[in-house]
């Protein structure tokens, strides 16, 4: 078999790295079809040349490795991991040739099997105990006068991206992004607040890394006295041992939280018109993994497996989308953000973004 000397010193570079022996390597050398992409190549992370040798593609994995700063602990795992690389640059370079209103890329989950991509980055528990309810009736039920867009970043309500990592708690995530920007839009003051305190004190019903509900958070928020700042209770990525030291440090309180009528696209409209909602969605699908832009309508169910916030709407080309705040870091989507279709005519939405949308409530 002949081996191109890229590809000698590919495996001879493992081979040091790790000091083991490396006794038998089997790539499979079937290329990609080289056609040309309707994408900027920086933003995909890929180029069509990249695809059309073995040397393109070992050295494509390796700047992506550098890029991300990646590192394997033994040779048999940076292979395993190239051919997972392999597999979803092919899912990529697939989808971009057939999707045309938004495009993937070779993010930082490009080397996760899509299988562990969903144990390690989702966390919402649709199946925990019946959804509590909230006590009050829908409030911005009258309201009719809707604006054509509503971006609550740009009115300085919403933080920067958080990265909830390989901890199931998105749940997490998306309760606090909705007090934090009810609180901006009563008090004024923009907040970070910590997720870690929920993950580690709410569990009663939520369930830390392993997943929860928003609208169980909300309540504990309340029964709690409020939630403490992020720099006073950080985030640690994992399950920790509850604080109860809140009297030495200030916290963000609500007064309540209420529903958005289920699968009512017009009354999450009228609700994320006046602050940033908690929303659940099924992100399961395979190219919401390395979705790297555009408005998003793609293929995905109504099997709600995901916590996230929306924090804003608009239309762009004669597509309606909902602005997405996600908790997979900024190197994800658009700066940790995603554009969905709205108006596709199904009542639950897109994914089922319409199906458990919430927020709290803030006397003033």
Known sequence: IFLSFPFLEFLIEMALSSFSQLLFVSFSMSLFTCLALAHDFSIVGYSPEDLT?????????????????????????????????????????????????????????????????????????????????SPEEFTYRDIFDLPNSVDWRKKGAVTNIKNQGSCGSCWAFSTVAAVEGINKIVTGNLTSLSEQELIDCDTSFNQGCSGGLMDYAFAFIISNG???????????????????????????????????????????????ANQPLSVAIEASGRDFQFYSGGVFDGHCGTELDHGVAAVGFGSTKGLDYVIVKNSWGPKWGEKGYIRMKRNTGKPEGLCGINKMASYPTKKK
Not at 85 to 111: C, M, P, Q, T
Not at 119 to 131: D, I, N
Not at 250 to 269: C, F, K, R
């Open 53 to 133: 040798s073995m040397d393109g593609l070992i050295d494509l994995f390796e700047s992506w490795m550098s890029k991300h700063s990646k590192t394997y602990e033994s040779i048999e795992e940076k292979l395993h991991k190239f051919e997972v690389f392999k597999d979803n640059l092919k899912h990529i370079d697939e989808r971009n040739k057939k999707v045309s209103n938004y495009w993937l890329g070779l993010n930082e989950f490009a080397d996760l099997s899509h299988e562990e991509f969903k144990k390690m980055y989702l966390g919402l528990k649709a199946e925990l105990p019946k959804r509590r309810e």
């Open 226 to 272: 409020g939630l403490r700042k992020e720099d006073d209770y950080p985030y640690i990525m994992d399950e920790g041992t509850c604080d109860q030291k809140k009297e030495k440090s200030e916290v963000v309180t609500i007064s309540g939280y209420h529903d958005v009528p289920e699968s009512n696209e017009e009354s999450l409209l009228k609700a994320l």
